[in-house]
């Protein structure tokens, strides 16, 4: 099974921040991440996918990169909208994993 | 209006089974695959497997076969997910999740809470 080591598991953040969270597969999954914002008791909402691609919808703060074994989800000025947990997931192989999540937290 | 809408609320012993069915709207039910993945009281995302509405075939991780099967309707566009030998463990929200062609899950159902406790 592929491992992703999501960090980190929190950080605390002020509003206009920019805040970058970090995704590491156990092996090569190309570009194969997606990631999701998830609010207390609401489902998890798709912000990025095949890596840096943006869902419809997201707002342009919210970017993605990386290849291969290393991926990065960026929030470049945070909003009081965009406190949550997140959570890194690889659509390479099965079974399909997630990070064990980062929870965004007002400073 | 694009919609994947859950079965509410479960209570079960120990021991019991569990059936959590999903219905999808606004979309061609046979075009994508259904995931699940469940959550326990706070913890992260789990994935427990996946059926294509099309053909009927399904996928376990190791941990889930032999306890997890995932059946579909296609007259009714619903995927139904049933867990047997339920423990405490298995206690968690239980979601459906759309796949899409690039295999991110783009649209989510509402969440099934399922509470396993004697």
């Known amino acids: 099974d592929i491992q992703m080591t999501q960090s980190p598991s929190s950080v605390s953040a002020s509003v206009g921040d920019r805040v970058t969270i970090t995704c590491r597969a156990s092996q090569d999954i190309s570009s194969w991440v997606a990631w999701y914002q998830q609010k207390p008791g609401k489902a998890p909402k798709l912000l990025i996918y095949t890596a840096s691609s943006l869902q419809n919808g997201v707002p342009s703060r919210f970017s993605g990169s990386g290849s291969g074994t290393d991926f990065t989800l960026t929030i470049s000025s945070l909003q009081p909208e965009d406190f949550a947990t997140y959570y890194c997931?690889?659509?390479?192989?099965?079974?399909?994993?997630f990070g064990q999540g980062t929870k965004l937290e007002i400073k | 209006q694009v919609h994947l809408v859950q079965s509410g609320a479960e209570v079960k012993k120990p021991g019991a089974s569990v059936e959590v069915s999903c219905k999808a709207s606004?979309?061609?039910?046979?075009?994508?695959?259904i995931h699940w993945v469940r959550q326990a009281p706070g913890q992260g995302l789990e994935w427990m497997g996946t059926?294509?509405?099309?053909?009927?075939?399904?996928s376990y991780p190791q941990k889930f076969q032999g306890r997890v099967t995932m059946t579909r309707d296609t007259s009714t566009s619903t995927v139904y997910m049933e867990v047997s030998s339920l423990r405490s463990a298995d206690t968690a929200v239980y979601y459906c999740?759309?796949?899409?062609?690039?295999?991110?899950?783009?649209?989510w159902g509402q969440g099934t809470m399922v509470t396993v406790s004697s």
């Open positions: 606004g979309y061609t039910f046979t075009s994508n695959s």
């Open positions: 999740a759309r796949n899409r062609a690039d295999d991110s899950f783009d649209l």
């Open positions: 997931q690889q659509a390479n192989s099965f079974p399909r994993t």
């Open positions: 059926i294509n509405p099309s053909g009927g075939s399904s």
